[in-house]
């Protein structure tokens, strides 16, 4: 039932699926049904089987540890990174990459890889990481678009323009609908 679940992309309903089918896996072994009433903890007991959720993460662990240990340019690495270059995004959220429910996991685990060297700061992504680091820079480089301020990062400047003057041109809108009526 775990075949390849090392590559897959876990979404919750293909887990619940999981977990299901699991469960009536269980109940054949034992010649139980559901009609019967007994609890899913019983039936665990009873069959000393483990957990298929639990299985599958420590399968995706092993198989990340091998992956990261590899120093020849196999395959395997390049499967994880690449990134399709289609043109224009499809609607909606991105679909669940392999690599999402590993940097998803060390949010549980509390591991942070991406240390800040000015700080000590720890990040779950590199994302992240990278959007911390230009507040160590010592000037300031981004400038606003509507003011003389300027800004170490763009992120910063982002907060700025919403907090600054958006605000300002909601209030402005808001008297002059008083002015019109």
């Known amino acids: ?105 060390r949010t549980h685990t509390g591991e942070k890889p991406y240390v800040c060297e000015e700080c000590g700061a720890g990040f779950h992504r590199k994302s992240s990481y990278l959007t911390h680091m230009p507040l160590h820079l010592p000037e300031k480089t981004v400038q606003c678009d509507e003011c003389p301020a300027m800004f170490k990062s763009v992120t910063l400047m982002h907060i700025h323009k919403s907090n600054s003057h958006r605000r300002r041109q909601r209030a402005m809108n808001n008297v002059n609908n008083i002015w019109i009526k």
Do not use: F
């Not at 009536?24 to 903890?41: H, K, P, Q």
């Not at 019983?42 to 198989?63: N, P, Y």
């Open 1 to 105: 039932m775990t075949y390849g679940a090392e590559t897959w992309s876990l979404t919750v309903g293909l887990l619940e699926r999981l977990k299901v089918t699991q469960r009536a896996m269980e109940r054949a072994m034992l010649g139980v049904s559901l009609r019967d009433r007994i609890r899913n903890t019983e039936i665990r007991r009873r069959t000393k089987v483990t957990d298929i959720a639990g299985k599958i993460c420590k399968l995706k662990w092993q198989w990340a540890g091998h992956i990261a240990r590899r120093t020849d340019n196999r395959w395997g690495r390049k499967v994880l990174e690449w990134r399709p270059r289609t043109g224009r995004r499809s609607v909606g959220r991105p679909p669940t990459r392999w690599t999402d429910d590993i940097v998803h996991e």
